[in-house]
């Protein structure tokens, strides 16, 4: 008898895969962090792919932010959209057609189905549920179609999707690396989408198919995926493929312990790079979160501040809590400011001509404060708005003559709500803001005074809506989100 040759364990291959949906995600640099330190750590490969098959949901620029700032932070990978790889092409809107051939595998085998309903029988079907009182899901309707039934629908013209054949009963399970087993009953399990009436994949069906022929190792990706995981099991094991191993990462909390937010923290990193937070800090400090990193004996110890090459040295998987770390902005600005005091003079000085003091935003800023200006020392009295972290208006400048200071909050609120929504131009700002102020029936001149107090804190300025999108979409609404934080703290207080 001969020996087995021992097989060499499969090299490591892990990915991030965000969608470009808005602006980048600090929890997207979270689980990039996590997922190069594992890659590095084992000698393996870090993938990048965007999975833009949501077309609803797409925005154009927001590849670009998520390379960005991802290379600002130094998490490249080796292999992706702008880099190549053997694997690719990593944009999932270039892999349609690979799509639509692998699921042919599931129709053939029995494991998928054509659905021919329309949404307004679905929407029937969900409004009975409801009022009985049962959770909406698919009613399997279209599960066993007779070749006759198809043939009809196919004269018809119907449109159809198709879904996964979840079987009727039993359960799936899978071992998570940081929870163990975790199983879900078929009941719970819904008849998932898998390819749309308009020929794309939903996320269930591309993510699986890419993992499995980008040959990834291991999925490293945040909790709230759990709930997919049983849908990506029976994929997998429908296609007979290997499952990888699995680990849900716990998610950011806002200080109250509520999945992270925009409306309680600044989520974007294009905040954090325009804000003149340090990559290293920001690294640093999400390297905190998990508790992969030794743990600290006291409270603001050094032995919180690492570097990069430390966490490939010293960050443990298995070390990792489950309990939801906190993304407390407080410590990340003592961490920054270590940061900062630690760099020399020059490359301090560095720091600030590349963020807060650059060319570029310079160069922005002064035709806006040109044709107001009798001195050049008068750039300061105009300008100072642009080179505050906070400015705290009274409610003696923000709040107009008629309103009251709920109504006035209210208004500020769907301020912020209009500007996050509306692509962050004057052409599209302006006539967007009008309207609003026509909806609530707040004149021209209360609105724009409200927005601009709230902005650069005075009642005059540089014209506001090009000095906003020089100040960056970003901070302009974290500018919005603290004055409505901070009125509403006072409020409280007086209360
Ligand atoms: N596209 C998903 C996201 O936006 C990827 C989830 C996963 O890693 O499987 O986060």
Do not use: C
């Not at 995926?225 to 007979?240: E, N, V």
């Amino acid at each position: 008898m001969t020996n087995p040759t021992p097989t060499s364990p499969a090299p490591i291959r892990v990915r991030i895969a965000p969608s470009p949906t808005g602006d980048p995600h600090v929890g997207t640099a979270y689980i990039g962090l996590l997922n190069y330190i594992y890659a590095k750590q084992r000698g393996g490969q870090f993938v990048l792919r965007i999975e833009d098959t949501d077309q609803t949901r797409f925005v154009a620029t927001s590849e670009q932010m998520i390379f960005d700032s991802l290379r600002w932070l130094g998490l490249t990978w080796d292999e992706g959209p702008d880099v190549g790889g053997p694997y690719g092409p990593y944009r999932q809107s270039e892999r349609t057609e690979i799509y639509r051939e692998y699921v042919k595998i599931l129709l053939a085998n029995g494991t998928a189905y054509r659905s021919y309903e329309t949404p307004e029988e679905l929407e029937a079907v969900r409004k009975a549920q409801l009022a009985a009182k049962l959770p909406p899901r698919y009613n399997g309707a279209h599960r066993e179609l007779t070749p006759e039934q198809i043939a009809a629908y196919e004269a018809e013209g119907r449109a159809y999707v198709i879904r996964l054949k979840v079987p009727a009963e039993g359960e799936t399970s899978f071992s998570d690396e940081l929870r163990g087993e975790i199983s879900f009953s078929h009941n719970n399990v819904d008849d998932q989408v898998l390819i749309k009436s308009d020929g794309y994949p939903t996320y269930h069906l591309a993510n699986v198919v890419d993992d499995h022929l980008m040959h990834i190792t291991d999925v490293i990706r945040a909790e709230e995926w759990i709930s997919s995981t049983p849908k990506h099991i029976l994929l997998y094991k429908a296609f007979g493929w290997d499952v990888p191993r699995f680990w849900h990462m716990p998610l950011l909390r806002n200080l109250d312990k509520s999945k992270i937010s925009k409306r309680k923290n600044p989520v974007s990193l294009i905040y954090y790079r325009e804000s003149g937070f340090l990559p290293p800090a920001l690294l640093n400090f999400l390297g905190l979160m998990g508790g992969g990193m030794p743990a600290p004996t006291e409270k603001n110890d050094t032995a919180e501040i690492f570097t990069l090459e430390k966490m490939l040295a010293g960050f443990r998987f298995d070390k990792i809590s489950l309990g939801g770390p906190v993304f407390d902005l407080t410590k990340l600005k003592w961490l920054n400011g270590e940061y900062l005091r630690a760099l020399s003079p020059e490359a301090f000085f560095e720091a600030m001509r590349q963020t807060v003091f650059s060319d570029r935003y310079l160069q922005a800023i002064a035709p806006l404060v040109q044709t107001r200006i009798e001195t050049l020392a008068q750039f300061g009295d105009l300008a100072d708005f642009f080179f505050k972290d906070d400015v705290v208006p009274d409610q003696a400048v923000f709040l107009p003559k008629k309103r009251t200071l709920e109504e006035t909050l209210a208004f500020a609120a769907e301020l912020l709500t209009v500007i996050e929504a509306t692509p962050f131009t004057v052409e599209d700002l302006e006539p967007a803001l009008k309207q609003l102020g026509i909806d609530k029936e707040w004149s021209v001149k209360e609105n724009f005074t409200l927005l601009r107090t709230v902005v650069t804190g005075k009642t005059a300025s540089p014209p506001l809506l090009e000095s906003m999108i020089v100040f960056g979409k970003a901070r302009t609404l974290d500018r919005l989100r603290r004055f409505l934080d901070t009125q509403k703290k006072l409020a409280n207080q007086k209360r």
